[in-house]
């Protein structure tokens, strides 16, 4: 049976019995992940996540040019679940609140490097509100553009485009802030320094 992070993380440090993942990230998605040591912080910190008081920025390459006035998409998210028992998430009326801020990073042929806060904390929310906005993501297999799937892995991406690189809280108890960065992984940071950038 293969480990997961949680699984992997506790073998590594057999000190530390109640260390547990404050949020998940996708398999496929690089970069910032808070853990709790105790279950008091962890609580804390659900609570700090509800409430939208955890700042979390991704990184991601995503189809097109992205218009620079489309800065919020507000899209409420559903799960469904497909008969291979694969979990989708889709846009719909019926779905929680969800809420995405895009800024332009940089501009390339073809593609567009933007930079995603997340107002809310969805399954899978950059991916679908960049896909139902006519942007998808590069690499993404599920939610994804196949040709520009093919035309990104012929350009060296094999994984999905999608980096959280950075999260920003108070820490509870001592009230300091912490500010978490994570640079773009060699193999992401590649493909981007081998795209034409558009003026």
Same mark, same amino acid.
């Given at each position: 049976?293969?480990?997961?992070?949680?699984?992997?993380?506790?073998?590594?440090?057999?000190?530390?019995?109640?260390? +547990?993942?404050?949020?998940?990230?996708?398999? +496929?998605?690089?970069?910032? %992940?808070?853990?709790?040591? =105790?279950? @008091?912080?962890?609580?804390?910190?659900?609570?700090?996540?509800?409430?939208?008081?955890?700042? &979390?920025?991704?990184?991601? %390459?995503?189809?097109?040019?992205?218009?620079? &006035?489309?800065?919020?998409?507000?899209?409420?998210?559903?799960?469904? %679940?497909? *008969?291979?028992? +694969?979990?989708?998430?889709?846009? $719909?009326?019926?779905?929680?609140?969800?809420?995405?801020?895009?800024? /332009?990073?940089?501009?390339?042929?073809?593609? @567009?490097?933007?930079?995603?806060?997340?107002?809310? $904390?969805?399954?899978?929310?950059?991916?679908?509100?960049? *896909?139902?906005? $006519?942007?998808?993501?590069? $690499?993404?297999? &599920?939610?994804?553009?196949?040709?520009? =799937?093919?035309?990104?892995? &012929?350009?060296?991406?094999?994984?999905?485009?999608?980096?959280? #690189? @950075? /999260?920003?809280?108070?820490?509870?108890?001592?009230?300091?802030? /912490?500010?978490?960065?994570?640079?773009?992984?060699?193999?992401? #940071?590649?493909?981007?320094?081998?795209?034409?950038?558009?003026?």
């Amino acid at each position: 049976m293969p480990y997961g992070i949680i699984e992997a993380l506790r073998a590594a440090r057999p000190d530390l019995p109640d260390l +547990e993942l404050v949020h998940r990230i996708d398999r +496929e998605t690089s970069g910032c %992940l808070l853990l709790a040591k =105790n279950r @008091s912080t962890l609580l804390a910190l659900h609570d700090m996540l509800r409430s939208g008081a955890i700042e &979390k920025r991704y990184l991601a %390459l995503v189809k097109g040019q992205w218009p620079v &006035k489309l800065r919020r998409v507000d899209v409420a998210l559903q799960k469904n %679940l497909l *008969q291979s028992g +694969e979990r989708m998430v889709a846009g $719909g009326e019926e779905g929680k609140d969800s809420i995405t801020e895009f800024s /332009l990073r940089t501009l390339y042929k073809g593609a @567009s490097l933007m930079e995603a806060r997340l107002l809310t $904390g969805r399954t899978h929310q950059v991916r679908v509100h960049a *896909q139902h906005v $006519g942007h998808p993501l590069a $690499g993404d297999p &599920k939610y994804g553009d196949a040709d520009f =799937n093919k035309y990104m892995k &012929k350009r060296g991406l094999k994984r999905l485009f999608l980096h959280a #690189q @950075s /999260l920003r809280l108070q820490l509870p108890g001592s009230g300091r802030m /912490l500010n978490l960065r994570a640079p773009l992984p060699p193999e992401l #940071q590649q493909v981007v320094d081998g795209m034409e950038a558009v003026s």
